[in-house]
């Protein structure tokens, strides 16, 4: 196994590092995050794994955290990178969505820009320093502070053969019950695309909220990733078959109305076309917007938050027809 260098951090072969990688600079310091480079004792391939981009995603950033903590250079053939708070100015901030120092939401910016906003520069910086080094990328995500959602697991159809074939695979064996094909396709996804390297962003977890069964969710998702590519021993362990969902098949339902939002409906529920399933109303208590179903399908994603502005480009709810 040879060895990697990653910004000023090198990795000896059977050798594991945690340390901090600097992605940007201010008036009087550095931006650093998180990295974890685990070198194992055989040759294989280079796994990515980034959590954090949204900064009170808390079970995907915990399930990062233990995979450093548990795996070791010999229990490994590759490489694994772990880097849990990509956005380290939110997590420290607790600021949904956005870095706090730019309002830049990274997930929206990459692959980056070298003379951009702060946000920009890290994407770039994470983005060409590290995530291009690797063979596959996993992007683990969930429900925001104001957000509630069905676990899945979402790939992208690039029109690449072997790369869309392989993101496939990767969101098969994660183990979720849902896999989506993300459309259209996220900028990171084109971006490591171009590269070769397959992308999938597994979503787990509600509110803001730490919780053991989401982060177990990623934690095993994640190695049932490197034992299907051979880089640990064993089998991934799947309870049933996926459903794959088209994602054209899925509707984001928004109101133009300025106001307070009430939902009728929860996660999980089955909707049908013309259902009321939530409201629009004014500080009285009157209602001044009634959020109608636009087709039949299950809630997959829920605002929670009691204040809606349509303004900020956000979505109540995601509809998805699973020929339920």
Same mark, same amino acid.
């Given at each position: 196994?040879?060895?990697?260098?990653? %910004? !000023?951090? #090198?990795?000896?072969?059977?050798?594991?590092?945690?340390?901090?990688?600097? @992605?940007?600079? *201010?008036?009087?310091?550095?931006?650093?995050?998180?990295?974890?480079?685990?070198?194992?004792?055989?040759?294989?391939?280079?796994?990515?794994?980034?959590?954090?981009?949204?900064?009170?995603?808390?079970?995907?950033?915990?399930?990062?955290?233990?995979?450093? *903590?548990?795996?070791?250079?010999?229990?490994?053939?590759?490489?694994?990178?772990?880097?849990?708070?990509?956005?380290?100015?939110?997590?420290?901030?607790?600021?949904?969505? @956005?870095?706090?120092?730019?309002?830049?939401?990274?997930?929206?910016?990459?692959?980056?820009?070298?003379?951009?906003?702060?946000?920009?520069?890290?994407?770039?910086?994470?983005?060409?320093?590290?995530?291009?080094?690797?063979?596959?990328?996993?992007?683990?995500?969930?429900? =925001?502070?104001?957000?509630?959602?069905?676990?899945? @697991?979402?790939?992208?159809?690039?029109?690449?053969? !072997?790369?869309?074939?392989?993101?496939? #695979?990767?969101?098969?064996? +994660?183990?979720?019950?849902?896999?989506?094909?993300?459309?259209?396709?996220?900028?990171?996804?084109?971006?490591?695309?171009?590269?070769?390297?397959?992308?999938?962003?597994?979503?787990?977890?509600? /509110?803001?909220?730490? #919780?053991? /069964?989401?982060?177990?969710?990623?934690?095993?998702?994640?190695?049932?990733?490197?034992?299907?590519? %051979?880089?640990?021993?064993?089998?991934?362990?799947?309870?049933?078959?996926?459903?794959?969902? =088209?994602?054209?098949?899925?509707?984001?339902?928004?109101?133009?109305?300025?106001?307070?939002?009430?939902?009728?409906?929860?996660?999980?529920?089955? @909707?049908?076309?013309?259902?009321?399933?939530? #409201?629009?109303? !004014?500080?009285?208590?009157?209602?001044?917007?009634?959020?109608?179903?636009?087709?039949?399908?299950?809630?997959? +994603?829920?605002?929670?938050?009691?204040?809606?502005?349509?303004?900020?480009?956000?979505?109540? +709810?995601?509809?998805?027809?699973?020929?339920?």
């Amino acid at each position: 196994m040879r060895s990697l260098k990653i %910004g !000023n951090i #090198e990795v000896s072969a059977e050798e594991k590092v945690v340390s901090t990688l600097k @992605v940007a600079e *201010r008036s009087i310091s550095p931006i650093e995050i998180p990295i974890t480079i685990i070198n194992g004792s055989k040759d294989g391939p280079v796994l990515c794994v980034i959590a954090g981009e949204h900064a009170n995603e808390y079970a995907g950033i915990e399930a990062c955290i233990r995979l450093s *903590r548990d795996l070791t250079p010999q229990d490994l053939a590759g490489t694994l990178i772990l880097m849990p708070r990509v956005n380290v100015p939110g997590f420290q901030e607790r600021s949904p969505y @956005v870095n706090p120092i730019d309002k830049v939401n990274i997930s929206d910016v990459w692959p980056g820009k070298p003379d951009g906003t702060i946000t920009e520069i890290m994407a770039y910086n994470i983005f060409h320093n590290v995530i291009a080094k690797s063979n596959y990328l996993i992007r683990l995500h969930g429900g =925001d502070i104001c957000e509630s959602m069905i676990p899945c @697991v979402y790939y992208s159809v690039l029109k690449k053969d !072997n790369v869309d074939k392989v993101a496939k #695979e990767l969101a098969m064996i +994660f183990g979720m019950n849902y896999v989506i094909e993300y459309s259209p396709p996220p900028k990171l996804h084109v971006a490591a695309g171009e590269l070769g390297i397959p992308t999938i962003l597994p979503e787990a977890g509600h /509110e803001g909220k730490l #919780e053991e /069964e989401d982060v177990n969710r990623l934690y095993k998702g994640v190695l049932n990733v490197m034992k299907y590519n %051979g880089m640990i021993q064993g089998k991934p362990q799947i309870k049933a078959k996926p459903k794959i969902i =088209d994602g054209n098949r899925m509707v984001y339902v928004r109101s133009k109305t300025c106001g307070l939002f009430y939902s009728h409906v929860e996660v999980g529920d089955i @909707v049908h076309k013309g259902d009321i399933i939530g #409201e629009i109303r !004014n500080i009285k208590g009157e209602c001044l917007d009634k959020i109608i179903a636009p087709i039949n399908g299950k809630i997959f +994603f829920r605002y929670n938050s009691l204040p809606w502005d349509p303004t900020l480009g956000w979505f109540l +709810f995601q509809i998805v027809d699973i020929g339920e």
